[in-house]
């Protein structure tokens, strides 16, 4: 066994997973796996930089992490930054940041990079799954970008795009400063329009539509998946490989839609950093199961967080 920490620093959550890996049998054990919402790519996509404010509640995240790894005694250390902290004409205040509590270089990776990091930490345990036919696609809906990875036992081709559930509902859900409350259909459409594009552009490099089984990542995904089984509080155990099908996303992103902010809010499993940016997230999912033509989505809890910690194993 090797104990490593991952760190996962995306555009609306920063992630730590403390794991023993033991690459000789596949095993990962997990010893501390936390998120908090820290919203780092507060207002990136108008101003094209990390908003103060956005930066010191990523680095007060840094120090509890830095605590906890230390005290794990893990042997090994990866920050792995996405969208954000790519598209932000400051990141190297974010780096020097990050280098000054953790003692690590924050890594800032490409779109396929995080793609395949995503890949390999939701389909290692699935590969000896007899129940689900592959090649997987597997789509991962972050904060600023999307990744869709298509590929059996390894990744057979990536794409990033830059279609997330913070970016669609700061660029369409705000209207003078306020998340509209529900949306307009105006507003909807015009997310479909951009999500329709982006898929567009996905499918110049992955052939999405050649799928047998649709993975679906991080927490718009088992948001949805944890509303659709009706958990009175968010339990990973019960939502991990858990199997939505298209009319229950559809039915819940409608729901969605159509909600305040207070009913959104009130949605037992629903994180409180979540309640904005939820329905933009949903509608993400819900055009890539009609794009794809996907009956259901296998949930994943596991994903780039895991593939960067088994990066480590090695």
Same mark, same amino acid.
């Given at each position: ?37 820290? %919203?780092?790519?507060?207002?990136? $996509? ?7 404010? @956005?930066?010191?509640?990523?680095? *007060? ?5 830095? *605590?906890? &790894? ?7 250390? =990866?920050?792995?930054? +996405?969208? @954000?902290? %790519? ?68 990744? %057979? @081709?990536? =794409? ?13 859900? !705000?209207?003078?400063?306020? &998340? ?10 015009? &997310?479909?329009? $951009? ?9 110049? +490099? ?11 990542? *991080? ?30 996303? =559809? ?39 009609? =794009? ?5 989505? !296998?949930?994943?809890?596991?994903? &780039?967080? $895991? ?8």
């Amino acid at each position: 066994m090797k104990r490593v920490a991952a760190i996962d620093c995306g555009t609306n959550s920063i992630r730590l997973l403390v794991a023993d890996c033991d690459p000789a049998t596949g095993e990962l054990k997990d010893l501390d796996r936390r998120m908090q919402i820290v %919203r780092l790519g507060q207002g990136v $996509d108008r101003t094209g930089r990390l908003a103060p404010e @956005a930066l010191e509640r990523t680095f *007060a995240a840094c120090r509890e992490y830095a *605590a906890v &790894i230390k005290g794990l005694g893990a042997e090994q250390v =990866r920050f792995v930054a +996405t969208s @954000a902290s %790519r598209d932000a004409e400051n990141r190297d205040d974010f780096v020097r940041g990050v280098v000054d509590i953790l003692g690590v270089e924050p890594e800032v990776i490409t779109g396929d990079q995080e793609a395949e990091f995503s890949f390999n930490g939701a389909t290692k345990e699935l590969l000896g799954r007899a129940d689900l036919e592959r090649p997987f696609l597997v789509v991962d809906i972050g904060g600023g970008s999307t990744e869709f990875v298509l590929g059996a036992d390894s990744v %057979r @081709a990536a =794409r990033s795009v830059d279609v997330g559930c913070v970016r669609m509902t700061e660029r369409h859900l !705000v209207h003078e400063g306020e &998340i509209s409350d529900p949306p307009t259909a105006g507003q909807i459409a015009a &997310i479909k329009a $951009d999500v329709a594009t982006a898929l567009d552009q996905a499918e110049e +490099t992955v052939p999405l539509r050649e799928a047998a089984t649709l993975v679906g990542l *991080a927490g718009s995904v088992t948001t949805v998946a944890a509303i659709a089984l009706g958990l009175d509080r968010y339990e990973s155990e019960a939502i991990h490989h858990s199997r939505i099908s298209l009319a229950q996303v =559809r039915e819940i992103t409608d729901r969605l839609l159509c909600s305040t902010h207070a009913e959104r809010a009130a949605i037992p499993v629903m994180h409180p950093g979540r309640v904005d940016v939820i329905a933009a997230g949903a509608l993400v999912l819900l055009s890539v199961m009609e =794009r794809t033509g996907a009956a259901e989505v !296998v949930v994943s809890e596991h994903d &780039i967080l $895991d593939g960067i910690a088994w990066s480590l194993a090695g």
